[in-house]
């Protein structure tokens, strides 16, 4: 019971998008540790030199980089792509031809096949780049959020991440390559915009007026998005990611800016994969064929019925109640994961153990898809109103345009294998027996598996007999393709609730497991897979209560692959609470407007149901992973759980104080004192001011500026005392997220803390004071402050009083939910109510307020 209850506990991974995540003593220490940084670079002396140095131009170079990454992104995934696809074809077609020998013989080659790339996958990430592991997206949201991510937007984990993500999902693990292409998009718009790599040592003399913090935070965010557009197809889709989920900041011409290129990486994308299959030239470059720009291609239009509401909204509320559960799932098996590997004390036994686990999944996984087939019949394809079985396999309209595959390899024409069925009385069917009108031709599709069955047997190019099994259809291929047997329209009867509900717990677990393993894995199209599931059940839960497949035009609705559809959407929204994004994803993956409001619908409601159980997946990873992030609205209780309306509350209720300043001249051992002794991400900068004799707010220089100033070859060649230096130094030089590994920061720091000279050696610090650091009053409302620290991007957010004396500093983790709720609870056990009044207090306190540099009511 105690664990049961620990299980759910609330405020930590069983918690509403109302509810602050509860963080241990530990994991604020992780989170103190995470540096942020500025979207706007500093605005500082040698920073407008900088920019009066650029040539003048009208944003071309921003739109060719643009396309640059879009064009890139695009190419990345066609080479993921290809190869992905030739590893799943490959081990599928062998092991079709090893059924003629044995079950064991086919087994032993899915088997030793799949775990061998897994292995390599999970290999490449536990001993060479654990960043590279996942999906990558819960970092890429932290940085674009303004938190400083080490090590996962470079050359090396870009290079880990592609060859993890084509092995693993080659290999057949349940997981998908859209996750890891975000990751990678992020990573081409960052390094292709900076022109230079740290992992390679190699800094190019091209653009590097993007070298800044905004323009790098801007491409990262359109590579990114253009990273969804290949994917998917979808480049409005992917625009709306960009804007919904990973963006912080959004403006309507960086909006065009990424729809260019978004367009662009979808176009490229589309180009190759429709002109190449396999990496063999198909003969027709630049025809863009329905079945590579579409993903899903639904060739059969049906119209929606405002009683198809009903059955949309039952699939959302599924969607949201299965969603929370594989997000609540997912966090504890990583909890798990993490709290095993940490008692292992040999960093090298750790990377064993986080390396044996990918194959493990993969050898239940292939063991299960070979062997789970035989507890299912085989079903005949060829339909028979006397006949108990179902129905034909996948059936297609034969007036589309799409060209099928025999099973020599060869693409056959659009009437190929027509069937014609006679139409039975209605008295004569049963719900499980009955076929189509006879008004009505299909083809046969060439993805149905028939495993141990019969072969069909074709007279005169038509089937008259042969079977399926459906397990197999489902499991013994790439998961794209199984979704593409799934969202089949006018197949009623193509699968029995047995083997979709044998499926669905199975894949669930094992996908929700793989997803956290060290494998370069994305969770997208596993998500649509096990929606898919659920969906065709209700669907064909609505066949059976109608009394068979529907031949009035006004229930044409009921169709499983429509409700399949619908809940595969409803299963991705209620797992990312996405819904704008997804909803045109959605849309733009399958070509169906018409289902634009079902899906709306499902999606919503799954949200609004989530969102009652548990945070987002990717908010819930990062906070699992103690990356500092600000919401777009904070959410604030007290004790009592009632809602804290933060427009009653001011800036000084939760600011740090006292705050340490500096001026804008100050002696290399003062400064070195303080980078030694505290650690401080930014000091404000004060200035006498003759006018109201006393010291006022002037700008702020950050940690690494102020390191930067006293790396300084001309500083530390210093040997006069009582001197002032102006540091020689550009903007490039000051302008840094770190310090270079190679250079001893501490020695240099400790050098001049020791010798006495420096005491006497001063800099100054005036060309490089951020001059347009924003700072408010005390006064000002808190709501306001977190809209303004947040929408601008800041790292710091200097609070002044009224004769603008600095009294305190904001940063991003005292913004942060927990940390607001605390800060205003304090408040009130200092004698404050919690609706912006004042209460008495003792004269202890006023005398502690004071000396925290409160002001005027402040406390």
């Known amino acids: 019971m105690i664990a049961i209850f620990g299980f759910l506990t609330r405020g930590r991974d069983f918690e509403s998008v109302y509810t602050n995540h509860r ?195 801007n491409f990262t965010t359109a590579g990114a998005a253009a990273g969804v557009a290949a994917a998917f197809g979808a480049p409005v889709g992917g625009l709306l990611f960009a804007m919904e989920e990973v963006s912080s900041f959004w403006s309507m011409k960086l909006g065009w800016m990424i729809f260019f290129s978004c367009m662009l990486a979808t176009f490229t994308a589309d180009l190759f994969n429709s002109s190449f299959e396999a990496f063999h030239f198909s003969g027709w470059f630049g025809l863009f064929h329905t079945d590579k720009y579409i993903i899903f291609k639904l060739g059969n239009a049906i119209p929606v019925n405002v009683i198809m509401f009903a059955p949309a909204m039952l699939l959302g509320f599924i969607g949201g109640i299965f969603g929370a559960i594989f997000t609540i799932l997912n966090l504890k098996i990583t909890r798990l994961r993490r709290r095993l590997v940490s008692r292992i004390k040999p960093p090298f036994a750790q990377k064993i153990v986080r390396f044996m686990e990918p194959p493990i999944i993969m050898i239940i996984y292939a063991t299960i898809t070979i062997f789970l087939p035989l507890a299912f019949p085989c079903k005949p394809m060829v339909c028979s109103p006397e006949s108990n079985s179902s129905m034909l396999i996948q059936l297609k309209d034969v007036n589309s345009n799409d060209h099928h595959i025999s099973d020599n390899g060869h693409h056959m024409q659009d009437d190929a294998y027509h069937i014609d069925v006679p139409h039975s009385p209605p008295e004569t069917l049963h719900s499980k027996s009955y076929c189509p009108p006879n008004d009505q031709k299909y083809v046969i599709d060439e993805q149905v598996k028939t495993f141990l069955c019969q072969a069909p047997v074709k007279v005169n190019g038509t089937i008259v007999s042969g079977e399926y099994n459906e397990v197999a259809s489902l499991l013994h291929s790439d998961v794209q393709s199984a979704l593409r047997l799934l969202f089949s329209r006018r197949t009623h009867l193509q699968f029995n609730y047995e083997s979709l509900l044998a499926v669905l717990p199975i894949f669930f677990i094992l996908a929700c497991w793989a997803s956290g393993s060290a494998v370069s894995s994305g969770i997208v199209v596993p998500m649509l897979f096990i929606g898919g599931i659920y969906g065709r059940v209700i669907g064909r839960v609505l066949v059976d209560l109608h009394g068979g497949v529907p031949t009035d035009h006004f229930w044409r609705w009921i169709d499983p692959g429509a409700l399949a559809l619908i809940g595969a ?67 604030v209780y007290d004790e009592q759980h009632k809602l804290l309306n933060l427009e009653l509350f001011k800036a000084r209720d939760v600011m740090h104080c006292p705050v340490i300043t500096i001026t804008s001249r100050e002696s290399a051992a003062h400064l070195s004192h303080l980078l030694l002794e505290t650690t401080h991400g930014g000091f404000p900068v004060v200035k006498w001011h003759d006018d109201v004799k006393q010291e006022v707010a002037y700008g702020l220089l950050t940690r690494t500026e102020i390191a930067a100033i006293l790396l300084g070859e001309k500083l530390q060649q210093q040997k006069d005392s009582g001197v002032t230096l102006t540091p020689d130094l550009s903007y490039e030089d000051v302008s840094v997220d770190r310090i270079p590994a190679s250079v001893n920061l501490v020695e240099v720091l400790e050098k001049y803390t020791a010798l006495p000279h420096y005491k006497e050696v001063y800099i100054n610090l005036e060309p490089y004071v951020n001059r347009s650091a924003p700072h408010i009053e005390e006064d000002f409302a808190l709501h306001r402050t977190y809209i303004i620290f947040r929408t601008m991007g800041l790292r710091h957010l200097t609070v002044v009083d009224t004769a603008n004396r600095v009294v305190g500093l904001i940063s991003r983790k005292d913004l942060m939910g927990f940390n607001l709720e605390e800060k205003l609870e304090q408040r009130k056990r200092r004698g404050f109510s919690l609706d912006g009044g004042i209460q008495k207090l003792l004269p202890s306190e006023l005398a502690d307020c004071s000396s925290r540099g409160w002001g005027g009511d402040g406390c």
């Not at 959407?569 to 704008?580: D, K, N």
């Not at 993956?589 to 945070?615: Q, R």
Request: hydrophobic letters at 45%; charged letters at 15%.
């Open 23 to 217: 963080y241990t003593q530990k994991e604020r220490e992780i989170l103190s540790n995470h540096d942020s940084f500025d979207y706007l670079p500093g605005h500082s002396v040698v920073y407008k030199e900088w920019l009066r140095r650029q040539p003048a131009r009208l944003d071309w170079d921003r739109w060719i980089m643009m396309g640059l990454i879009g064009v890139s992104i695009g190419v990345v995934y066609f080479l993921l792509h290809q190869p992905i696809h030739l590893m799943s074809h490959f081990k599928w077609h062998k092991a079709e031809h090893l059924l003629h020998d044995g079950l064991l013989k086919t087994w032993g080659w899915v088997l030793g096949f799949s775990v061998f790339f897994a292995s390599i996958s999970s290999a490449s990430v536990a001993f060479l780049c654990l960043t590279a592991g996942g999906s990558g997206i819960p970092e890429v949201i932290g940085f674009l959020n303004g938190t400083v991510m080490r090590h996962v937007l470079n050359l090396r984990a870009f290079c880990i991440k592609f060859f993890s993500c084509c092995c693993a999902v080659g290999a057949g693990l349940p997981v998908g390559p859209e996750g890891p292409m975000i990751h990678m998009g992020a990573i081409v718009g960052t390094g292709l915009s900076q022109f230079r790599s740290r992992t390679l040592g190699i800094t190019l003399p091209f653009f590097t007026r993007f070298r800044n913090s905004e323009d790098r935070r």
């Open 569 to 635: 959407a409803s299963f991705f929204g209620g797992v990312s609470r996405l819904t704008m994004s997804l909803t045109v994803i959605m849309i733009e993956i399958t070509n169906d407007v018409a289902f634009l409001l079902p899906i709306m619908v499902a999606i919503m409601v799954s949200k609004w149901v989530g969102d009652y159980i548990t945070h987002p997946l990717y908010h819930s990873l990062l906070e699992l992973k103690c990356i500092p992030f600000l919401d777009s609205e904070p959410i």
